[in-house]
């Protein structure tokens, strides 16, 4: 009490000394509501404004109240005549009384006394009943939907309910028809068992005094158009044996109100404000009945409304339209499926398949979507009831058992022309036969390849888009990320085979960030790339194929973007002198094209500005410890080395050098790669070329 007292003094004495406002009731605290209650005049040059002041006791970590009752209806004015502030968060109580009175002297000037528009609509505000909360849907206006009927039938479905002491306290409906519109939900929403409503369209909000909301019927009933009293007096005797709600909700009519809003300066939706009517009130199965709309003398009982139409629901954020408007299939729905498929679908799209065989087991939970309580049942009908329930605009469907299958198996045609319907496809099966199956049918559909490395350090997305052999990409991948080992955790006994060790937070924080690049993709109209994410000193960053082509001979070069970022680390750090070193990787297309994994470099060479001389033997101590770790899959592809503040134009000596390395009898090919790194102040600009017939010729980066 003790500090009540000394802010109370703080209070009467700091609201007396500001010069505009005038203190004509001491504030006093309110034990029961925990408040400091005043009253105030604002000085204005044409009028004085009197406010009700209150203060919460934990002012300012909760917002003050100006309460006015001579102004009613203006913007930014809630329903119990309170001004709405948005005063920023500042917790020093002389410095935030000081920022709310300012506010108040803005909303003042702004809305009372200039009557300013605002940009954008202000929903009127309004005293619910809090018993229903009720969702439609609706786009922009187009002129000349109520012509024909301005009023109606409308249908409705309950989309969940509390029950307390067998009576519904609260429930949450959505439209299905309305406003001569049927709603268009996903399939699982529109089988909900329907209720029928009515509605009625009326041109103009349902406001007095600027934006204050109609609370009577007298005052509505005029706004009602032309036969709407006699269509709803026939709707009560029509509707008199149907079930108007669910079986604990049937005392009341739901009566929807649609006017026009603006979205912008030319265009307009609809927005849907409901009514519950007591059914009681008109009986229906009287043929006398005297009870009219027009006479109905009771408050009006307005309930909370959503527009959840498909941009609104989606509206604070969503995938490329590329993504959400395309038929996905997903195969593999265990860790990594299922959560992709949840991003997806909390990400707007409409359409899903999903492909497993597999039911959930205790294993899974910990870093799937599943629940305990999906164990035992099957991973794509429980996904699909999650799905479901995650968005009402997504169709999900379940397909058969896609398996590894072979062109010479009768299986082949059938799976390819199924997986030919879909527009895009994701990989996470795991399963080698899938990734080579999906390889070699050369699908028109975009496919990505998506797994992911013990413990989640690393997640690889491979697309077939720039690669002909999946399979051989991803290898290459986990050769240069030195992630070739098999897994090692195991649960329990037995001869089923290990799986890795990955917790689902890390392995979500690498799929957002691999989906997110996916999606920029599509966004930026750019062609899609292979690449992989991974954690290194607790940052996720990107690797990223990056192609070069020699259109005479018609040979490509593949090399990660970690590659390249590498070698600009090394030749920066040894500038101004030359520096150098040598490619590995393989062959794939009978040679065609070659894929830079890593770069090695030597630890024993002389260098100066004008030149670099690595220690053969030093480089082929390194070569040798990679050829006993990968064998034959991880082999020499060529040489580089920088030109500092130049070009990367090969010289005499380059030329030379090359050319010998191509005639030894010592390695493995005989048209070795050589790689210019010719770097400056603000370039990087690395230029590859391949020896071939006493030649080189260089390669074009694709963009």
Request: proline share 4%.
């Amino acid at each position: 009490m003790r500090m009540n007292e000394q802010e109370l003094k703080f209070y009467n004495s700091h609201f007396g000394e500001i010069k505009d406002i005038k203190l004509v009731k001491e504030f006093s605290f309110d034990a029961k509501m925990k408040t400091f209650n005043g009253k105030i005049i604002l000085k204005r040059k044409k009028s004085n404004i009197e406010f009700d002041v209150l203060i919460p006791e934990d002012y300012p970590l909760r917002d003050i109240k100006f309460v006015c009752l001579d102004l009613t209806g203006y913007s930014h004015q809630n329903y119990d005549n309170s001004v709405c502030l948005n005063t920023p968060f500042v917790n020093h109580i002389y410095s935030r009384i000081d920022l709310d009175i300012d506010k108040l002297r803005g909303w003042v000037s702004q809305y009372v006394e200039q009557e300013k528009p605002d940009k954008y609509y202000e929903y009127c505000p309004a005293i619910f009943g809090g018993v229903v909360n009720f969702i439609f849907q609706e786009g922009e206006y187009h002129h000349g939907r109520f012509e024909q009927s301005a009023f109606g039938e409308m249908q409705y479905s309950v989309l969940n309910s509390q029950v307390s002491d067998n009576k519904v306290s609260n429930l949450t409906a959505f439209s299905q028809k309305i406003g001569n519109k049927e709603i268009d939900w996903s399939s699982s929403f529109k089988q909900k068992t329907k209720y029928t409503g009515i509605w009625v369209y009326i041109n103009q909000e349902p406001i007095l005094d600027r934006k204050r909301r109609i609370d009577n019927w007298s005052d509505l009933v005029p706004l009602l158009p032309e036969g709407f009293l006699s269509y709803f007096k026939d709707f009560c005797k029509r509707t008199a044996s149907c079930k108007l709600g669910m079986k604990t909700f049937q005392n009341k009519i739901f009566l929807s109100v649609g006017y026009r809003i603006p979205l912008d300066e030319d265009r307009h939706e609809i927005n849907w404000d409901l009514i519950l009517l007591p059914k009681n009130a008109f009986p229906r199965k009287l043929k006398n009945s005297t009870q009219n709309l027009e006479k109905f003398n009771q408050a009006i009982n307005w309930e909370q409304s959503y527009n959840s139409d498909y941009h609104r629901f989606f509206g604070r954020g969503a995938f490329s339209p590329k993504i959400t408007n395309s038929k996905v299939l997903i195969l593999g729905v265990g860790a990594l499926g299922s959560s992709l498929a949840e991003i997806l679908v909390r990400g707007g799209l409409k359409n899903l398949t999903v492909n497993d065989i597999d039911v959930v087991e205790p294993g899974n939970i910990c870093r799937s979507t599943y629940s305990f309580t999906d164990i035992g049942r099957s991973k794509t009908e429980q996904l699909c009831v999650r799905l479901m329930n995650i968005s009402p605009f997504v169709e999900v469907d379940i397909t058969d058992g896609i398996i590894p299958s072979s062109p010479k198996s009768e299986d082949y045609v059938l799976f390819k022309t199924n997986l030919e319907k879909f527009d895009i496809i994701f990989d996470c099966a795991a399963n080698n036969g899938i990734v080579q199956m999906l390889s070699d049918m050369k699908l028109t559909s975009k496919v990505f390849y998506l797994s992911m490395t013990d413990r989640a350090k690393d997640m690889l997305c491979i697309s077939n888009i720039d690669c002909r052999s999946m399979i051989e990409r991803k290898n290459q991948m986990l050769f240069s990320l030195d992630s070739t080992q098999e897994a090692g955790f195991r649960e329990g006994t037995g001869c089923w085979h290990p799986t890795f060790e990955a917790s689902y937070f890390d392995i979500n924080q690498l799929l957002n960030y691999t989906l997110k690049k996916i999606n920029l993709t599509f966004v930026l109209n750019l062609p899609h790339k292979s690449f992989y994410t991974y954690f290194r000193n607790e940052i996720i960053s990107c690797s990223q194929d990056i192609k070069f082509i020699q259109n005479e001979l018609g040979l490509t070069i593949s090399i990660e973007s970690a590659c390249l970022d590498k070698i600009y680390d090394l030749v920066l750090f040894h500038s101004p002198n030359e520096f150098g070193g040598i490619f590995v990787g393989n062959y794939i297309n009978n040679y065609t094209e070659v894929v830079i994994s890593d770069v090695i470099v030597p630890k024993k060479f002389k260098n100066s500005f004008m030149g670099f001389q690595p220690d053969p033997n030093d480089f082929n101590s390194q070569l040798k410890k990679v050829y006993e770790k990968y064998g034959k899959r991880i082999v020499y592809i060529g040489d580089w080395h920088s030109h500092p503040n130049s070009t990367n134009q090969y010289s005499q000596p380059d030329f030379q050098s090359i050319k010998s390395v191509a005639k030894s009898l010592n390695v493995n090919t005989h048209n070795p790669i050589l790689m210019i790194a010719a770097f400056g102040k603000d370039y990087f600009d690395p230029g590859f070329y391949v020896y071939f017939n006493d030649k080189l010729y260089k390669y074009e980066r694709v963009k």
